[in-house]
């Protein structure tokens, strides 16, 4: 009898193939447990499915087993534990892409000087604890140094986005727990159990992917591509320079307004809508989340280009690595 996917299996002490043992369980998503494992002079990590999900498992085998890139997670192996399939990867030290927590501008009439009342989030640089409104006496944002982290985090992902592409696989369900950061600011793209070859999509759910991040085509059930990716990239970025994703307050509508066509591009969320220090990014912005994706950016890299030109344009090119 297998044991309850609730429960997670019982495998801590136990001793992969390759002699590593599984020390303790360091994650987990809705079904997934991620375990760390030892050899005894390096660590890893075990991710492992319920039992009957052998083909999510080797289909994220078979997607990230040959890649190699400093801001793309890999597998290197495919092995089943206690009834329960897995894929057997390196570790990654970081925590997700803290992006969000409500809004780091005040809407409407300028709010008092200090923290804005939805509070802060914290992130693998601590607590942004001063979202408040600018100060018009003092020359720089309190939080202009998270900003340029979050663009330098953004850039990194986009790298990512690119290498996938080049190499025809679209990962599908780009969001903040998949996007890494550790505390030197190096990025991470993982879990690959949703995404696909562009050219193997006839047995691929079209409609896959986390909500607040799903693109419109998707959203109608199309294929993804890589310009899906992109929408999802440009949710982060909203999200990262504002506090909240796109459209926050109408989340219950936005699956059907997608699947309606009702977001025009004039309806493109613009970060100058909150704060006008904000007008440089609006384009890159707009374009990302484009409805149409013939409309958004081409390619990862192009976008990366213009991310490289806004970090000039805010003398950012300094504060965080690429």
Known sequence: MSTPAAAGPRVIGSRLPSGEMILREVGRGASARVYLVSDGESVGALK??????????DHEFRIAAGFRHPNVGRVDARLDVAGWPGVRMPLVWGRRWAVGGGPRVPR????????????????????????????????RDPWEPARGRDLATFAQLLAALAYLHDRGVVHRDVKP?????????????????????????????RAAGTLAYLSPEQARGEPATPASDLYAAGVLLYA???????RAAALGALLAGHRAAFWGAADAARPASL?????????LVARLLAPDPAQRFARAA?????????????????????
Request: proline share 11%.
């Open 108 to 139: 409407g009439p300028r709010a008092a000087r200090g923290p804005h009342a939805a509070g802060g989030t914290h992130d693998a640089w601590g607590p942004r604890d001063a979202w408040g409104s600018r100060d018009a006496a003092s020359p």
């Open 48 to 57: 492992l499915l319920p039992p009957g999900s052998e083909p999510r498992a």
């Open 177 to 205: 727990e998949n996007v890494l950061v550790d505390g030197a600011g190096r990025v991470t793209l993982i879990d690959f159990d949703l995404a696909m070859r562009i050219d193997d999509r006839a047995g691929a759910p």
């Open 275 to 283: 704060d006008p220090a904000l007008a440089p990014a609006d384009d």
């Open 240 to 246: 990262a320079l504002v506090g909240e994703v796109p």
């Open 302 to 322: 192009d976008a990366l280009r213009a991310v490289a030109e806004l970090r000039r344009e805010w003398g950012e090119d300094d504060l965080a690595p690429m």
